[in-house]
């Protein structure tokens, strides 16, 4: 045996030359350590996954329980005692009552001058004729002026003066929907009802009497309860 033999090894192996038997390392530990690792990273992220998905959970959950909250107030409100009620009430319609009356012009007292913009015929007279049996003045009828003959593409203008009062636009515009309102440099308190293409008929009487009468006594507008 040679005196560079390693002991233990007998002479199956025999160091001759500059040449050594390389000896490797066990592995056996490295592989434990990084499969403790990797198995203690797993179950980190495995348990903030988890701890992220169950705040998701309850918020939806929280949110609908606020909102069915919310609609079941809004959908059925609290009984109130019949006094407590009543004193809620009374306000309200003493507001109403308390409310006065829109002073509005009677239709006998607004003279309109009807003037047709469009090819049809005769219309402006029919207009006029339906428009007295309604209580209205009825002053000139015809063709409208150049400035506004078949150039009135919308259901009609009523044109007055600046000084006109500005309910007797009103009076007058509740025959007709779709009007719109213009003034010129006259000084007279007459208005001009100028039929354009759009215009059909006017409207009928009973609506044009319930919109007069809104006016005349405006309504408070409902309070919300949602």
């Known amino acids: 045996m040679s005196m560079l033999t390693p002991p233990g090894m007998g002479g199956k192996y025999r160091v001759t030359g500059a040449a050594y038997p390389r000896m490797s390392r066990p592995r056996r530990r490295r592989r434990i350590v990084f499969t403790v690792l990797g198995a203690v990273l797993g179950l980190a992220l495995l348990g903030y996954g988890s701890l992220q998905l169950m705040n998701v959970f309850r918020g939806e959950s929280g949110s609908g329980k606020h909102r069915n909250a919310a609609a079941k107030d809004c959908a059925t409100p609290k009984p109130r005692a019949g006094a407590e009620a009543a004193a809620e009430a009374a306000p309200a319609a003493a507001s109403a009552a308390a409310r006065p009356a829109v002073a509005l012009p009677q239709p006998g007292e607004i003279t309109v001058n009807v003037y047709n913009a469009t090819p049809r015929a005769g219309l402006a007279k029919a207009v006029g004729d339906e428009l007295k049996k309604r209580g209205f003045v009825v002053g000139k009828v015809g063709n409208a002026p150049a400035d506004f003959d078949k150039k009135v593409p919308g259901t009609g203008i009523l ?9 007797a636009f009103s009076v007058l515009g509740t025959q007709l929907e779709g009007d719109t309102q213009q003034t010129d440099a006259r ?33 408070p507008a409902p309070a919300k309860t949602c």
């Not at 044109?159 to 309910?167: E, H, I, R, Y």
């Not at 006017?202 to 405006?218: F, G, M, R, T």
């Open 159 to 167: 044109l007055g003066s600046p000084k006109t009062d500005k309910a």
């Open 187 to 219: 000084d007279s308190g007459d208005i001009d009802l100028i039929l354009g293409d759009a215009f059909k008929e006017l409207s009928p009487k009973e609506a044009a009497d319930k919109e007069l009468a809104l006016l005349a006594n405006p309504q």
